[in-house]
Structures are given as C-alpha cells and as structure tokens.
T-cell receptor
Framework: RKEVEQDPGPFNVPEGATVAFNCTYSNSASQSFFWYRQDCRKEPKLLMS???SGNEDGRFTAQLNRASQYISLLIRDSKLSDSATYLCVVNKAAGNKLTFGGGTRVLVKP | NAGVTQTPKFQVLKTGQSMTLQCAQD?????MSWYRQDPGMGLRLIHY???????DQGEVPNGYNVSRSTTEDFPLRLLSAAPSQTSVYFC??????????????FGSGTRLTVV
C-alpha cells in the first residue's frame, strides 16, 4: 500500500461547480499535511497547509480526519484557472521529509 | 526575493557522464530536499538536508550524491548518468517554527535527458 494515496481523476468539473476529493495516508505518525497545486510542466506550489482539523482559504477548504487518516480538499465556485493537478503531501515531524501522493487531476470546463 | 533557484533548466547528458545540478535558496531555510518526478510515479525524495553539514538519503538515492556546505546551497551530483535518470528534478526548501513544519518552496525544476 502506498503511504499517500489519491484518486488520479480526472475530475471533470463545470465552471462554477463545487468539487471535492480525498487523500488517504497510512502513517499515523504523520503530523503535517499540505495540498500543493501543480500545473503542467511546472513546479508544485503550496496551496494550503493543514495542521489541525482543517483550514479554509477563500474558495478552498481542507479538512483533516486523523481517526480515518484522510484529508480532503474542496473547491467552491470552480474557475477555469483551477484546472491543475492537486498533490496531497504528508510529513512526520522528524527531518521534515515529505511524502507525495500521485496527484488528482482536475479539469474545469466552461 | 529569488526563492529557490535551480540551474540548469534543461540538460542532455550522454550515458556515463557526470554533472551537478545546482540549487540555491535565499530564504535562510534550514531544510532542503531534492525530488525527481517521473510520469506515473509522482515526486520521489532523492536526498534531503536538515541543515548545513547534515544530509541523509531519501527514497531513491542510488546514483546521486549531495553535500550541504552552506545553508543556501544544496547541489545534486549525478555520478555516472544512466537513461533511468531521465527525469524532472526539483529542489525545495522549508523551515520549522513554533513546533510546525512549514510547506516547502520548490524551484522551477531541471529537465534532464540521458541518452
């Protein structure tokens, strides 16, 4: 089993709709969680950090469920510019080493 | 503020050649890492460092060396390039504060092809 698993998608989303997807992690010692966005042939860019039960930033909401070991990302009022691959990232405290999920591809269409 | 700077952006090597991928950050971050990204494999950790003079292996370290003589620089050396090392390489840096690990900032990547 991979340490961090994501549905690869793609999630085809009408513009203006809401989309949500999950990421599961296997290591219960994981302490910090992040969502990154990666555009085609670009570097990953930090979207949100999740340190407690959740975080909200504008149209984006991340939730953490430690009991079931998953985090979710919800995007409201999707824009065409939200089309990207969203990477779930987990790390443990020691050494700040990141483990990446394979990414979830989101395509927002007019 | 430049952030994380990687050079070169593109490189073609012949099998057996060696080279160094450069990475520099100007944010005084203590943590630095090298990742490779291959289609269908996601990002995999090659080597990382928790501070100057301290490095450790990640998930896929074979064929690569690193050193961290300064806080700012974290070069990645390919000892004898192989076609399996064709990939996109990302350098990233981060810091820890207030008991929390903060997210990494990534460089723009180096696209390496080994022929």
């Amino acid at each position: 089993r991979k340490e961090v698993e994501q549905d690869p998608g793609p999630f085809n989303v009408p513009e203006g709709a809401t989309v949500a997807f999950n990421c599961t992690y296997s290591n219960s010692a994981s302490q910090s969680f992040f969502w990154y966005r990666q555009d085609c042939r670009k570097e990953p860019k930090l979207l949100m950090s999740v340190y407690s039960s959740g975080n909200e930033d504008g149209r984006f909401t991340a939730q953490l469920n430690r009991a079931s070991q998953y985090i979710s990302l919800l995007i409201r009022d999707s824009k065409l510019s939200d089309s990207a691959t969203y990477l779930c990232v987990v790390n443990k405290a020691a050494g700040n080493k990141l483990t990446f999920g394979g990414g979830t591809r989101v395509l927002v269409k007019p | 503020n430049a952030g994380v700077t990687q050079t070169p952006k593109f490189q073609v090597l012949k099998t057996g050649q060696s080279m160094t991928l450069q990475c520099a950050q100007d944010m005084n971050h203590e943590y630095m890492s090298w990742y490779r990204q291959d289609p269908g494999m996601g990002l995999r950790l090659i080597h990382y460092s928790v501070g100057a003079g301290i490095t450790d292996q990640g998930e896929v370290p074979n064929g690569y060396n690193v050193s961290r003589s300064t806080t700012e620089d974290f070069p990645l050396r390919l000892l004898s390039a192989a076609p399996s090392q064709t990939s996109v390489y990302f350098c990233a840096s981060s810091y820890r504060g207030g008991g929390l690990n903060y997210g990494y900032t990534f460089g723009s990547g180096t696209r390496l092809t080994v022929v």
